[in-house]
């Protein structure tokens, strides 16, 4: 285990000031800096690697594809290529040659929760700088583009970066002066859209490197991934931090992020018992959430083993969330069709998915 050098230098104020291995904690290089969740793409709780490709698909946990109705354009998957320090990576895949219109915007996005940029101060005097960072691959080169904007898309800020060389690994940082106006959201409504663009055309194309009144998805210039047949463009390590120098990427223990995932998605079984019921309908269980979710989920319940009178198989009867909060549901059953009238003892199994994404 590597020795742990820990020093004390004076301050301007006469005291001292602790620094680590030659670094000095500050806010920027603490644990929780990175508001990116799954920023390495290790989390895929709905695909388990599979490609997806429709508009709202999450390739990966809390990245989703933007198509803007433009559909099959593209794919979007986890992928086991990835720089060093890092397992996955997310992998857009061109399905074709394809000429972007004006009005198109295609690649993928994260949208950062209000309550965790709240103290960035954006939209006010006190608006803080932050930093995004990301490791990248192509097979093309040249100038791409992103995008952060507000939940409203009344703001903006096109960014670019340069690929220097096809299908290598190489690291981008961009800063950006945090915008002084416009609302930004500070509650569990969508503070900050982060943006990668693949192909985006003039209509939603703005000038990189400075705020803008519009609702822009990436920067006038960059190069359409979607205009060569098979192109790819491979990202990890994304982290967006306060301050105006990109850290090293903050990995964070598996099980933590997968738990930050499930504030928004969740998927699970459930085996329980189930009694006092009537042939028109039957109170299974309450279920619980893995974490409390972003706000009340949109809940799909399937029956996979319903059992009403503790042996025969149900296959008529349907599921449906009762008094769902951000916390629990109860789950019901209606149409059940075995066990006659009143029955004491039966068992029901289901599947589940909870989505409160942004």
């Given at each position: 285990m590597a020795d742990l050098n820990v020093n004390s230098i004076g301050d301007a104020s006469g005291g001292n000031t602790a620094t680590i291995n030659g670094q000095t904690?500050?806010?920027?290089?603490?644990?929780?800096?990175?508001?990116?969740?799954?920023?390495?793409?290790?989390?895929?709780?709905?695909?388990?690697?599979?490609?997806?490709?429709?508009?709202?698909?999450?390739?990966?946990?809390?990245?989703?594809?933007?198509?803007?109705?433009?559909?099959?354009?593209?794919?979007?998957?986890?992928?086991?290529?990835?720089?060093?320090?890092?397992?996955?990576?997310?992998?857009?895949?061109?399905?074709?040659?394809?000429?972007?219109?004006?009005?198109?915007?295609?690649?993928?996005?994260?949208?950062?929760?209000?309550?965790?940029?709240?103290?960035?101060?954006?939209?006010?005097?006190?608006?803080?700088?932050?930093?995004?960072?990301?490791?990248?691959?192509?097979?093309?080169?040249?100038?791409?583009?992103?995008?952060?904007?507000?939940?409203?898309?009344?703001?903006?800020?096109?960014?670019?970066?340069?690929?220097?060389?096809?299908?290598?690994?190489?690291?981008?940082?961009?800063?950006i002066a945090g915008d002084t106006t416009g609302t930004w959201l500070t509650t569990n409504g969508a503070g900050i859209q982060l943006y990668f663009g693949i192909g985006v055309g003039t209509t939603f194309s703005g000038t990189a490197g400075s705020w803008a009144g519009a609702n822009y998805f990436s920067a006038t210039g960059a190069t359409s991934v979607v205009g060569t047949s098979g192109a790819t463009l491979y990202i990890t390590g994304v982290q967006l931090e306060e301050g105006s120098v990109a850290t090293p990427f903050?990995?964070?223990?598996?099980?933590?992020?997968?738990?930050?995932?499930?504030?928004?998605?969740?998927?699970?079984?459930?085996r329980g018992m189930t009694s006092n019921y009537t042939a028109t309908g039957a109170f299974l269980t309450t279920l619980f959430y893995k974490q409390e979710m972003r706000t009340t989920p949109t809940l799909v319940l399937i029956g996979t083993d319903l059992r009403f009178d503790g042996s025969s198989l149900d296959t008529s009867a349907t599921l449906s969330a009762n008094q769902p909060s951000n916390t629990m549901s109860g789950v019901i059953a209606t149409g059940i069709t075995v066990g006659g009238t009143y029955q004491n003892v039966g068992y029901a199994t289901y599947t589940y998915t909870a989505s409160a994404e942004l």
């Open positions: 904690p500050t806010v920027s290089n603490m644990a929780g800096r990175n508001r990116i969740i799954n920023g390495d793409m290790r989390i895929d709780q709905r695909n388990a690697g599979a490609s997806v490709d429709a508009n709202g698909a999450f390739p990966v946990d809390r990245f989703t594809i933007f198509n803007g109705g433009v559909a099959s354009k593209f794919t979007a998957q986890q992928n086991t290529t990835a720089p060093t320090g890092f397992l996955n990576s997310v992998v857009l895949t061109s399905s074709s040659a394809y000429s972007i219109s004006a009005s198109d915007r295609l690649g993928i996005r994260q949208g950062i929760e209000g309550l965790n940029i709240a103290d960035l101060g954006w939209g006010t005097a006190s608006a803080q700088t932050v930093t995004l960072s990301f490791w990248v691959r192509s097979s093309l080169t040249g100038t791409f583009g992103g995008s952060l904007t507000n939940n409203g898309g009344t703001r903006s800020y096109p960014y670019t970066y340069t690929i220097l060389s096809a299908d290598t690994w190489e690291q981008k940082t961009v800063t903050e990995h964070v223990d598996y099980s933590e992020m997968l738990s930050r995932c499930q504030r928004y998605y969740e998927a699970g079984t459930v």
